[in-house]
C-alpha cells in the first residue's frame, strides 16, 4: 500500500500536493472542489496590500472626499477593517466546506501593517499562515540588509503573536540566498516555500505598450526552484515546498527527490481543473510503484547536494560544454 | 435664478462701497498688517477647560483689519467659502462702522457665523483664496476673526435681529439630531413657515458643537445664544429622543411629520483595531471629549469620571485630536503628546489649534504610529509601541503615504491613549429605515443638489452624508436640503 | 416629564421604580434598557426595563444602590421627576421557541431577566428559572418569577431561602435532568462567566446580558466595547445580549474595573 503522507505547514499533509494561492482560492465553491479532489492543503487567496490601496484612492478621488483631509487622514485603516472581515469569513466558508486544511495568506510588504492581522486570520479558523515575503529589488535606496532585516523581524512578530503555524513563501532575489534561508530556519518556521512568482511585464510591439505577460507559468520554470530545493533541502531543519513550473507529475517527483517535502501549484490548475489532482497522484503513485517506494521518506531528497552522484550541477552556474557550439557546426 | 455674480457686482457698485473704496487708497491699505488675535497666556489657559483662548478683536482692530480688503472686482475669497457667504459685504460693513448689518448680512448665508468664526479652517477656505494669498503672497484678511467679531458683536449687543418669519402653513417637519446641519435646516425651515422640531438622543441639544469641540475653541454660551434664537423663531426641541427607537419614523408620520432632514452626523468611534486597544485606559476621542464637554467630568461636582493620565499619548492629527491633546493638557498631564504617523506640515487640523496646542507644550511625534498597547500589572495600559514611518510616494489625496522604517520600533511610557484617528457615520438611524440607500462606508446616499435620499420625504446633510466633515459644509448641506425640502413640500401640499 | 409615580423597597439596597414614559413603555422590547440621569452634573446610567405599562404609559426599573449615581436615583420619592431618560435602547431579546429554557439570574440580575423570562413564556417554551442571592432579604421578584415559570429554583449562599449554593450547583442539576434548549444568565459578570462556562460543557447556546460601563448609550463612545467571536462589539447598540460562548469575558471584568479608582474616591467624598 503506498503512502502519499508528507509534513508540511506544521502538520501531516496526506499528499504533496498543496493548492497553491490564487484566484482559484479565493472562493468557497472553488476551495470545496479542491478538497473533494484530493488536495492536501489549500492556501486561500492572498490578502494583498494593493487591494486595501486601491480602494483607498478610489475613495480619495471621489469628488465628495477630496476636501477632507481629516476624513481621509486614517481611512486605509477602515478599509483595512473591511478587507480584512471579509477575509475572515472567507476563512469561515472555506473550513465548513472543507476538511483538508486551510492556509491563510498574507502578502507583506511591510512587516508593521500586518501584526494584528495574524490574530485576526487565527481567530478566524485559519490552520496555519503563509506569509508571502514579497520583495522585488527595484528600490534603488533598499539593501540587502533591509530585506533581510524586513523578512526577519516580519517572522518573529507573527510567530510571536499566533499559535497556529507558520510558513513563508520567499523570492529568489538574493544574493545571500542560503544564508536568509538558514537565519529564517532558526525562527520555528512550520516551512519555507521557494519560490513566489512575481507577473511579469511585457511588451506589445504593436500598440507600443507596455502590458502584463501571462499570468501561468511556463514549462521551464521549475528549474529554478529546483536548484534551490537541492541546495537548501538538506542544510535546513524546516521543510521545504517547491513552487513555480510544477506543472506534472514529473515535477512533482523531481522536486522530491531533490528534497522538497510538498509542492505548491496553480497554473496547472487553471488549465486543467481541481480534477486534475487525481491525475497527478496516480502519475506520483505509478512511478513510486515502478520504483519499489513505499513512502515519500523512501526517496525524498534522494538526489539533494549532499546526496546526489553530481552535485556540482546544483552549484554551478555556466552551461556545460555541449550548449557551447552553433547548431550548426 | 439670479445671477449671484451680478448681485456681488451690483452691491459693490453701491456709493457707500464705493466711497469706502475711495477713503484709502489700496497701497496703503497693503502696508498695513494682519491684525493679531489677542490670546489667553499659555500657563494660566492650560489651567482651564473653559477659558476662551482667542479673545476676539476690539471694534478699532476689526475696522483696521476691515479696511486691507479691497473690495476686489473679482471677489476670489468667496469661492474659498462652502456657502459662498457674500464676504465683502460683511467686510465693508465693519470697515465702516456698521456692525450689526455686518452681522445681519452674515446670517443670509450662514446659520451660525460665531460658530463657523471660530473653527472653519479659512486658511483652506476663504483666506486661501484672499487676494493677499494669491497674488502679492502677503497675510490674508482675517476673514475668520471679522466674521466671529461681527457675530459676538451682535450678540453681546443683545441686538440680535431676529429673521421674519413666515406665517405658519400648517405642515409639520422634523429634524433628526441637532448638530449643525439640522441647526441651519431648522432656521431656515421655521422661517419658510413649517412646524419645525429637532430630535435629539443626547439630553444635551448642539451635536459637535457642544460634545466634541471644547470651550476653550467654542464656548456653550455661544452656541447657546444660536438655540435661544431658533427657539424665539419656534423651533422645537426634543432632547432624549432616539428617532427609530423612542418612536419610529412611522410612529412620526402618525403624528402628523410630512418630512424628515437626518443630520445626526458622524457619531461612530474610529479604533485601530491593533493589540492592546481595549485596555483600560485606551479610549476613543468620542469617549474622552463627551465626559468633559458633555458630562463636565473634569468638574468634581460632576458625577461622571474621566481618567486622567500624567502621560497622555493621543494618536492622530486633525482637529479632535487637537481637543483631545489640548483638553488632556487641562486635565493636569505632565505630558501630552500627539502621535502622528506623518509629518508636521501634513497634519489636517486647523493651523491656528496646531499652534496653541504648541504654546501649550504639546509635544508632538510625527512620523511615528502605534502598534500595541501594553499593559500593567492592573490591565491598565502602560507603554505603547510605535512603528517608525517615512514618508512615500503621493496617494491619490495628494499627501505623501506613510511607510514603515522596519525594524524602527519605539516604546514610551504612557498612562492614558485616547484614539483621534476619526469617525464614521452613526448606523443607528439609518439602520431604523428600510429602503434607505446607503453606501458601502455607511453614509446615506442622496442628490448632491437636492440632499433628497432614495426616499423621497428623507433628506440627509452633514456628516452621515460626508463621513467626516466640516461645520460649515454640514450648515451648507442643511440650508440647501431646506430649500428643496420646501419645494418638494410645496408641490405635495399646494402651499 | 419622568415623573415617578410609584416607589417600592424590594429589599435593603434594591429599589423598584414605576416611571411615566409613555413612548417608551409603547416602543420597548424585552431586553431593551433605557440611560437616565438625576441632576444636573449626573452621570448617565443605563438600567433595563423591568416591565411597561401601556394603558397607563408606564415603565419598570429596578435599581441596587452601589454608588453614587444609583443612590441619587435611590433617594427620589414618588412626585419626583428624573432629570433625563432616552430609551429605549438596545437589540431586543431574540423571542422564539427552542422547547426548554433555563433561565438563570443572580442578584439584581434578576431584574433584567424578568421580563425575558415572560416573553419566553408567552411563546410557548417550558421555563425553568434559577434564582440566586447572597440571602433571601436580598432575593427578589421570586412571586413576580414563579408567575412565568415552570419551576423556581432557589439558591442562597447561606442557605436562607432555598437551598445553600452556588446558581450554578441549582443549574447544572436541571441539565444533568432533563434537556434544556437554550440558556439565558443575567447577573454579575463574574456569575455570567461561570455560567457561560458551564453551559459550554454541555453545548447549550446561552445567552447573556452584559452590564458593562456606558456613557452615551447610542453607539457613540466605544466605552462598553466588548470582544465577541474575535470582533470589537458595543454592548449598547450590538447588545446588551451576546452569545454567550463567545465573548472574552476575562476582558470584559477587566474594563469593569476601569474606574475604579475614580469611584472609589468618588464615595469617599
Known amino acids: 500500500m503506498i503512502n502519499l503522507k508528507t509534513r508540511f505547514f506544521g502538520f ?189 511585464p511585457d511588451i506589445d510591439i504593436e500598440k507600443e505598450k507596455v502590458i502584463e505577460a501571462g499570468t501561468l507559468s511556463s514549462e521551464n520554470e521549475y528549474l529554478l526552484p529546483l536548484r534551490w530545493v537541492g541546495i537548501l533541502s538538506p542544510r535546513l531543519k524546516c521543510p521545504i515546498a517547491a513552487s513555480t513550473g510544477v506543472h506534472e507529475a514529473r515535477h512533482v517527483i523531481k522536486m522530491l527527490l531533490a528534497g522538497a517535502s510538498a509542492v505548491q501549484m496553480a497554473s496547472a490548475f487553471y488549465k486543467k481543473g481541481p480534477a486534475y489532482i487525481g491525475e497527478i497522484l496516480k502519475g506520483l503513485e505509478a512511478w513510486m510503484d515502478k520504483k519499489g517506494y513505499e513512502s515519500i521518506g523512501d526517496f525524498k531528497g534522494r538526489l539533494s547536494l549532499t546526496k546526489a552522484a553530481n552535485p556540482a550541477l546544483y552549484e554551478r552556474a555556466q552551461y556545460l560544454s555541449s550548449f557551447g557550439g552553433y547548431a550548426g557546426s | ?391 512615500g510616494e503621493p496617494d491619490a489625496s495628494g499627501r505623501r503615504k506613510p511607510v514603515s522604517i522596519d525594524g524602527d520600533v519605539v516604546e514610551i511610557d504612557i498612562d492614558l491613549a485616547i484614539v483621534a484617528i476619526g469617525v464614521s457615520p452613526n448606523p443607528l438611524i439609518p439602520a431604523c429605515l428600510a429602503g434607505l440607500k446607503m453606501s458601502k462606508w455607511g453614509t446615506i446616499e442622496v442628490n448632491e443638489q437636492t440632499m433628497q435620499s432614495s426616499i423621497p420625504e428623507v433628506f440627509a446633510g452633514g456628516d452621515i452624508v460626508r463621513g467626516g466633515a466640516t461645520v460649515i459644509l454640514a450648515m451648507g448641506d442643511g440650508r440647501r436640503a431646506a430649500a428643496s425640502m420646501h419645494d418638494y413640500l410645496k408641490n405635495r401640499y399646494n402651499l | 416629564m419622568n415623573k415617578i409615580v410609584e416607589k417600592q423597597r424590594l429589599s435593603e439596597l434594591v429599589f423598584k421604580f414605576v416611571v411615566e414614559a409613555p413612548m417608551i413603555a409603547k416602543s420597548r422590547k424585552p431586553g431593551n434598557f433605557v440611560i437616565l440621569r438625576i441632576g444636573a452634573k449626573g452621570e448617565r446610567i443605563p438600567l433595563t426595563i423591568v416591565d411597561s405599562d401601556l394603558d397607563k404609559g408606564t415603565i419598570t426599573l429596578i435599581v441596587q444602590n452601589v454608588g453614587a449615581s444609583s443612590g441619587k436615583l435611590c433617594a427620589l420619592e414618588a412626585g419626583d421627576c428624573i432629570t433625563d431618560m432616552v430609551g429605549p435602547l438596545g437589540k431586543a431579546t431574540h423571542i422564539h421557541k427552542p422547547g426548554t429554557i433555563l433561565a438563570m439570574g443572580g442578584g439584581v440580575g434578576i431584574a433584567p431577566l424578568y421580563p425575558i423570562v415572560e416573553a419566553f413564556k408567552k411563546a410557548g417554551n417550558r421555563v425553568i428559572t434559577v434564582l440566586a442571592a447572597r440571602n433571601k432579604d436580598l432575593l427578589i421578584l421570586e412571586k413576580e418569577m414563579r408567575e412565568y415559570s415552570d419551576e423556581v429554583i432557589i439558591m442562597t449562599d447561606d442557605g436562607s431561602s432555598g437551598r445553600k449554593g452556588l446558581i450554578t450547583d441549582g443549574a447544572e442539576e436541571v441539565i444533568k435532568r432533563e434537556k434544556v434548549d437554550e440558556c439565558i444568565a443575567i447577573g454579575p459578570a463574574i456569575m455570567m462567566k461561570f455560567a457561560a462556562l458551564l453551559t459550554k460543557k454541555y453545548n447549550i447556546p446561552t445567552q447573556v446580558s452584559l452590564n458593562t460601563i456606558m456613557v452615551d448609550g447610542t453607539g457613540m463612545c466605544g466605552a462598553c466595547r466588548v470582544t465577541v467571536n474575535g470582533e470589537t462589539k458595543f454592548t449598547c447598540v450590538d447588545g446588551p445580549e451576546f452569545n454567550a460562548h463567545q465573548i472574552d469575558f476575562d476582558e470584559m471584568l477587566q474594563r469593569l474595573r476601569a474606574y475604579k479608582n475614580e469611584e472609589d474616591l468618588a464615595r469617599k467624598k
Open chain 1, 12 to 200: 501531516e499533509l496526506k499528499n504533496p500536493l498543496i493548492v497553491a494561492s490564487s484566484s482559484l482560492t479565493a472562493d468557497a465553491d472553488k476551495i470545496k472542489a479542491f478538497a473533494e479532489s484530493g488536495a492536501a492543503a489549500i492556501v486561500l487567496k492572498s490578502v494583498f496590500e494593493e487591494e486595501i490601496i486601491n480602494e483607498y484612492n478610489q475613495i480619495g478621488e471621489s469628488k465628495s472626499a477630496s476636501h477632507f483631509d481629516e476624513f481621509m487622514d486614517y481611512f486605509d485603516y477602515k478599509i483595512r477593517d473591511q478587507v480584512l472581515a471579509s477575509y475572515g469569513r472567507l476563512i469561515k466558508a472555506a473550513k465548513e466546506v472543507s476538511k483538508t486544511p486551510i492556509v491563510a495568506s498574507i502578502n507583506c510588504i511591510s512587516a508593521g501593517d500586518w501584526l494584528q492581522f495574524a490574530s485576526q486570520v487565527q481567530d478566524a479558523g485559519a490552520d496555519a499562515i503563509e506569509l508571502n515575503l514579497f520583495v522585488m529589488p527595484f528600490d534603488p535606496t533598499r539593501r540587502a540588509e533591509d530585506t533581510r532585516r524586513f523578512y526577519i523581524d516580519t517572522v518573529k512578530e507573527i510567530t510571536r503573536r499566533v499559535k497556529i503555524p507558520v510558513a513563508v513563501k520567499i523570492s529568489s532575489y538574493f544574493s545571500d540566498l542560503a544564508a536568509i534561508c538558514h537565519e529564517l530556519d532558526g525562527e520555528k518556521l512550520a516551512g519555507i516555500t521557494m519560490f513566489n512568482r512575481f507577473t511579469s
Open chain 2, 1 to 391: 435664478m439670479t445671477d449671484y455674480s451680478e448681485i456681488l457686482k451690483q452691491e459693490r457698485n453701491a456709493a457707500w462701497r464705493a466711497e469706502l473704496r475711495n477713503a484709502v487708497p489700496n497701497k496703503d491699505r497693503i502696508n498695513i498688517e494682519r491684525v493679531h488675535m489677542t490670546e489667553a497666556e499659555p500657563h494660566e489657559r492650560i489651567k482651564s477647560q473653559t477659558c476662551e483662548v482667542n479673545k476676539g478683536l476690539s471694534p478699532d482692530q476689526a475696522r483696521r483689519e476691515a479696511s486691507r480688503c479691497m473690495d476686489c472686482v473679482n471677489p476670489t475669497c468667496i469661492e474659498g467659502c462652502p456657502v459662498s457667504i457674500n464676504i465683502p459685504k460683511f467686510v465693508k460693513y465693519i470697515e465702516a462702522g456698521h456692525f450689526l448689518d455686518a452681522a445681519a448680512t452674515l446670517k443670509e448665508f450662514s446659520a451660525l457665523p460665531a460658530v463657523c468664526g471660530r473653527v472653519c479652517p479659512q486658511e483652506k477656505q476663504c483666506e486661501a483664496k484672499c487676494f493677499y494669498t494669491q497674488k502679492i503672497k502677503k497675510d490674508p484678511v482675517a476673514i475668520g476673526y471679522l466674521e466671529r467679531f461681527a457675530a459676538d458683536y451682535e450678540r453681546e449687543s443683545g441686538k440680535i435681529q431676529v429673521p421674519k418669519v413666515e406665517k405658519r402653513n400648517g405642515v409639520k417637519v422634523a429634524a433628526i439630531g441637532s448638530g449643525p446641519a439640522s441647526l441651519s435646516f431648522a432656521g431656515d425651515m421655521i422661517k419658510f413657515g413649517y412646524d419645525v422640531t429637532v430630535f435629539e438622543a443626547l439630553h444635551e441639544i448642539g451635536g459637535v458643537l457642544k460634545y466634541g469641540i471644547p470651550e476653550f475653541r467654542l464656548p456653550n454660551s455661544v452656541v447657546d445664544v444660536e438655540l435661544e434664537n431658533l427657539r424665539q423663531m419656534g423651533v422645537n426641541f426634543e432632547k432624549n429622543f432616539v428617532v427609530g427607537r423612542t418612536a419610529s419614523f412611522e410612529d412620526l408620520k402618525e403624528l402628523g411629520y410630512k418630512a424628515f432632514f437626518i443630520g445626526s452626523g458622524a457619531g461612530l468611534p474610529n479604533f485601530m483595531n491593533i493589540p492592546g486597544e481595549n485596555l483600560n485606559g485606551v479610549m476613543s476621542s468620542n469617549e474622552y471629549l463627551t465626559r468633559v464637554n458633555l458630562m463636565y467630568a473634569n468638574q468634581s461636582d460632576s458625577d461622571t469620571p474621566v481618567l486622567r493620565g500624567k502621560c497622555v499619548a493621543v494618536v492622530g492629527g486633525g482637529n479632535t485630536a487637537m481637543d483631545a491633546v489640548r483638553t488632556s493638557k487641562r486635565l493636569g498631564a505632565e505630558r501630552s503628546i500627539i502621535i502622528y504617523r506623518r509629518s508636521r506640515d501634513e497634519m489636517p487640523a486647523r493651523l491656528e489649534e496646531i499652534k496653541h496646542a504648541e504654546e501649550e507644550g504639546i509635544e508632538f511625534m510625527n512620523l511615528a504610529n502605534p502598534i500595541e498597547y501594553l499593559p500593567n500589572a492592573e490591565g491598565r495600559v502602560a507603554k505603547v509601541r510605535l512603528q517608525r514611518m517615512k514618508l
